[in-house]
Structures are given as C-alpha cells and as structure tokens.
C-alpha cells in the first residue's frame, strides 16, 4: 500500500451496486470490485487489500461463507457484510466467531459507512504496526516478557478504539488547515504545539511556500490568545518608510498626509498575536524600535509625545539565513537572539514528499469545487510523477500546477503531463517571487530533468539528453544517479 492509499474490495453480484460503490468511494480509496464470490477471492489473491466488503445474497457463496474463505486466505484486512434481508441470527455468530468485522444493512448510507471504513481501516493499521513490532522483537532477540507487553498494549488500542479515535478527531482539529502524514513535518508540529500554550518568541525559517504562515496561525490557535488578535505584516511588502506607521502607528500631523491619529499593527495586536512575516528585510533603520518592543514591550508612536505599552506575542519568519545577515551587517544581532529563543524549521516539499498524494487530494477537491467540476480519479501514475518533481517552489507551486491541472482535467479523471510541470516549475534558474536563486544542484538537477523531459527520457544516442546537454553521456548517467533523478510513469489518458 502506497502513501495510506488504502484499497477496499467490494463484492456484489449487481452491477448497479458495484458501480454507484466506486463513485462514491474512489475519492478517498483504491476501490476494486468483483461480481461473484469466486472473482473476489481471485482478486484478493493478486491484490494487497486492506478491506473487504460484500453483499450477503449473492448466487453459488453466500457473503459469510465468502469470508470464510477470505479468513482463510488472510485473517488481517477488515470485513464488513452488507445485508438488506435480516438474517441476522446468522450474521451475529459470524461476527461473534470474529469472522467479518461489522455487517451493515442495505440500503447503507454513505456517512455512516465512510465512517465505519475509517475505524475498520484504523484497526487494520494498529494490527500492521503490531506485526512489524512482533517481528522485530523477533528479529533482535530482545526481552520475550518486554515484547509481550508492548503486543498486549496494542491489543488494548485496538479493544478501546472509539476512545483512539475520539483523540486522533480532537489532535486534527489543532492543526485543522495543515496537511501531513510525514514524521520529518510530524515533529515541526509537535515543536508547534509544545510551544505555542507558552508566550514565547517563534522564529519560523524555511523556503519560500513551505507554509509558515500556517505554523505561525496554528501556534496562535493553539496558544491562550487564540480569542485575541492575530496580526499579520509583511515586510517585505512594505515600503521601508511605510513599515514604521504602520507597526508603531502615528499622531495627527506626524507627517504630510496624517490628518489623522492611527494605532499601528501592534497596538490592534495588544494581547493577542503579530506575524512578521520575512522578517529578514526588516529596515535596519527601524530594528533598534522593534527590539524595544520585544525587551520592554513598549514603543512610541510617530510623532506622539507618550509612550504606548502593549502587550504582544511576537512570530516572524523568514526564508533568508538571519546568521549570514547578521554576519553581513544587514541585521542587528540582539534581534535576532530576540527572535531566535524557540526556532521552528518547515522542511521544503521536496523533503516531505510521502506528503504530496494528501496535498494533491486536498487540493483537487478544492479547486474541482472552485470550478463547477466533478472529480472522483486521481490515478497512481499521476502521483508518481508529481513525487518525481523536485518542487523548488513547494507547496505554492504544487498548488499551482493542481488548480492547472483541474482546469485542464476532461471528465471525472484528474491528470498532469510532463509539459505542466516543465512549464512551471523545471526553469533553469530557480528564483522564487522574492528574488531567491536556488543552489548550484538545484539549477543542474532542474536543467538535466528538462533535457530528459524534451528526449523523452532517452539518454543515449543521437536523440538522447547527452548529445542535447553536449556531454559524456557517462557523466550524464553519474550525474543522474548522485542527484537521484528518477524517471516518472507517464501519464494515462
């Protein structure tokens, strides 16, 4: 199973039934079906399965007796009997005899058993990390009364499952806008969460479109000023003669233009949160004033004759490395030692990239809404080649190419080709909208990966991406290998 892409098996000898499943479940799942019993069980041969759903009534093996042999064959995936007749005397003992994981009577709605998907599949993932945790005990020869210990532990989480699932509901909604299964991003939030109910100074480093901004919400939520402000300025959107005003605010008559008194981003945050985001091109001019509020949280307005205080949880972010600027003059170092007291770092995509398959659902879904469309497919193939992708843009460039790829998207099918991907995101010189050059392997894994693209994929020969870049092609092939460049499915119609 690729990326929790979990595949769900459903038997049904309509084929009204087996086609109204698939759209309706093939969004979230790898679903395949079957017309009798004895195609089921081939399939549930070849396949990796994780859960199995069939009708009870069906012509030469009924659904209990088919999970009878699926037991057989494997006792791990998940089985759910569908029964619209009532028998359930004889549905009760299978689940008793721990046959079949849960019946539901026909005709289901669709709520209920996405729901019932979810704590079977939730079942089916604790009894996969018992198995690797029995095997690696086995493995190391560690202490017997140790591992017995751990697998009673597991078995008790699956036994209370409604009370796991009730925690892993509540432990999404503190980071409701952010998506990640990988561990690397994993531990970025746990870092957010341990120290967002204190008030301390956040500094949130990271390439451009890795999210900042959403670490620097979720800590705010999180925190005890989540009923209060939260105050967002971009520095390097500002003006440098304009960033004072509208931190620090001013009087009337402070300068030409002022005809009147205004608070600044500071005093509107009082109690609450400010987010400055790319604090690095923070005027140098104007960081002794903003130093002053992180010491003594108290700043002066323009042109005021009294001193405004305030009370303000500050987090900045960056993309630029603040200890070059500081060593270049560009930042004062108290500041940065202000800033720096809890750093959080938000690893770029292409470091997370077990990551992109829930992005790309997520936002398909969102732009198939945003543009009237209906799209239920997203196929392997396309995921392989968006994995492939060296994404020196991240997260806002993947969100680019998907809004592009919908609109492109014919039917219910959601694709890319390789032209959408080279058009926006495979340039040789790889500069964000700050202005940022990416390093030397960037631009040179970035240049092969178009050579490649233009010879579809053929290294060698006349027509190959050797003659192309005018090179050996045995260096082009070590030069692969070291950037580890691999070749991407092509994309299905």
């Not at 690095?280 to 205080?309: N, Y």
Request: hydrophobic letters at 40%; one cysteine or more; a negative charge.
């Amino acid at each position: 199973m690729e990326q929790n892409f979990y595949t769900i098996l459903y038997v049904d000898d309509e084929e009204i039934n087996l086609k109204f499943f698939s759209a309706t479940f093939s969004w979230e799942y790898n679903v395949l079906t079957a017309s009798s019993a004895q195609a089921g069980l081939a399939i549930f041969q070849e396949q990796e399965i994780d859960l199995v759903v069939a009708d009870q009534r069906m012509p030469g093996m009924s659904g209990v007796d088919f999970f009878e042999q699926i037991y057989r064959l494997n006792p791990e995936p998940a089985r759910i009997l569908l029964t619209g007749y009532g028998d359930l005397e004889t549905i009760i003992q299978a689940v008793n005899k721990g046959r079949i994981f849960h019946f539901f009577q026909k005709p289901w709605v669709e709520e209920e058993l996405q729901a019932l998907f979810k704590r079977a599949l939730q079942i089916r993932t604790l009894q996969r990390e018992n198995s690797q945790l029995i095997l690696h005990l086995q493995k190391t020869n560690e202490d017997l009364s140790r591992a017995l210990g751990e697998v009673e532990s597991l078995t008790t989480l699956l036994e209370e499952e409604n009370q796991l699932l009730r925690e892993e509901v509540n432990e999404s909604f503190k980071f409701d806008e952010i998506i990640s299964s990988s561990p690397v991003f994993q531990e970025v939030l746990h870092r957010t969460e341990r120290v967002a109910s204190t008030d301390a100074t956040v500094l949130i480093t990271g390439e451009t479109g890795t999210g900042k901004e959403l670490l620097a919400r979720a800590v705010h939520r999180l925190s005890n000023r989540r009923q209060k402000p939260f105050i967002k300025i971009n520095c390097a959107a500002l003006p440098a003669q304009l960033i004072e005003s509208e931190l620090f605010g001013h009087e009337k008559g402070a300068f030409t233009g002022a005809n009147a008194a205004r608070p600044g981003r500071f005093e509107l945050a009082h109690q609450g949160t400010i987010f400055l985001d790319e604090i690095g091109d923070f005027p140098l001019e104007l960081q002794a004033k903003l130093l002053r509020v992180l010491q003594e949280g108290e700043f002066d307005r323009l042109g005021a004759t009294r001193t405004t205080k305030v009370d303000v949880r500050i987090i900045a972010a960056t993309h630029i490395d603040l200890n070059a600027a500081v060593k270049q003059g560009h930042f004062r170092s108290d500041l940065f030692y202000r800033l720096n007291v809890f750093p959080i770092h938000t690893p770029p995509l292409r470091g997370r990239k077990e990551d992109i398959p829930l992005l790309v659902r997520h936002f398909v879904k969102k732009y198939a809404i945003k543009n009237g469309k209906v799209i239920r497919r997203i196929s392997k193939k396309t995921f392989q080649l968006l994995q492939a992708h060296h994404w020196p843009g991240n997260i806002r460039e993947l969100e680019n190419i998907i809004e592009r790829g919908v609109i492109m998207s014919k039917g219910d099918k959601f694709k890319v080709d390789n032209w959408l991907l080279e058009d926006l995101g495979s340039q040789l010189a790889i500069e964000d909208q700050n202005g940022t050059i990416g390093s030397l392997e960037e631009n040179e894994r970035s240049h092969i990966v178009r050579a490649l693209q233009k010879t579809n994929w053929r290294v060698t020969g006349d027509q190959g991406a050797a003659r192309l870049l005018q090179i050996n092609e045995r260096t082009l092939q070590s030069r692969i290998r070291k950037l580890q460049i691999h070749r991407p499915n092509s994309i299905d119609d």
